[in-house]
């Protein structure tokens, strides 16, 4: 089994790029999937985010409301420590059993954004990073999800800097071209991919 840390800051194209090696056949394990899951209405997790939060962080349907938890914790890292704290142990568990279930000659992809933030990169066989300048990366979150300039440039601060992602890569996947660019580099990385892991 070869695992794979994929991450990339916010806009910079990590969920196309996710998307794309489990099209050829990668096994995704996509922790902000993961991280949505354990605070659904009903989970223990959403608990503990209510206890810690309040209320108000959520929807009329008991849903949690991620963009007022988000305008919450992204200006306070105390407030974005004490979430964390509650969801990544979650997610961690959920992920082992996530792997447990894979094939044994899988090419495991774990989609995670904050990998260089949280010093997961010795935890993979190799680390991809989705590149995207800060320019490129504040107009897609402008054009795609309707963010200001100015909360597009709060998350991408809020995240770990470029240079600090780079250092952390053994492959570099550039995303500020055209889709069609971006599938040829897929291709490439997939066949490189392939090859490490028929060398075990």
């Known amino acids: ?25 990668a096994v995704v394990v996509d922790a902000d999937a993961i991280a949505r899951e ?4 009903g989970t223990p ?14 929807r009329p349907d008991g849903s949690l409301d991620r963009p007022k938890l988000g305008s919450i914790v992204f200006a306070d890292p105390e ?3 004490a979430l964390n704290s509650i969801v990544h ?18 090419i495991l992809v774990y989609d995670v954004p904050l990998l260089v933030e949280n010093d997961l990169a010795p935890m993979y066989d190799v680390v991809i990073v989705v590149d995207a300048s800060d320019d ?32 952390a890569a053994d492959i570099v996947i550039d ?11 897929v291709d490439e990385v997939w066949q490189d991919l392939r090859g490490r892991a028929a060398r075990g």
């Not at 794979?4 to 969920?15: E, H, N, V, Y």
């Not at 142990?89 to 899988?106: K, N, S, T």
């Not at 897609?140 to 250092?167: N, V, Y």
């Not at 995303?175 to 580099?185: P, V």
């Open 1 to 25: 089994m070869l695992k794979i840390g994929l991450t990339g800051g916010i806009g910079s194209g990590k969920s196309e790029v996710s998307g794309r090696l489990s099209a050829k056949g």
């Open 38 to 41: 354990v605070v659904e209405p």
């Open 45 to 58: 997790g959403l608990a503990r985010v209510v206890a810690v939060f309040g209320d108000e962080v959520l």
């Open 79 to 81: 407030k974005l420590a």
């Open 89 to 106: 142990p979650l997610v961690g568990e959920r992920v082992a059993e996530l792997q447990a279930q894979a094939p044994d000659d899988a």
């Open 136 to 167: 490129v990366r504040i107009r897609r979150l402008a054009e795609h999800r309707g963010m200001s300039e100015a909360d597009a440039k709060a998350r991408i601060a809020a995240q770990a800097s470029r240079e600090k992602r780079l250092a």
């Open 175 to 185: 995303n500020e071209g055209t889709l069609d660019e971006l599938a040829a580099r």
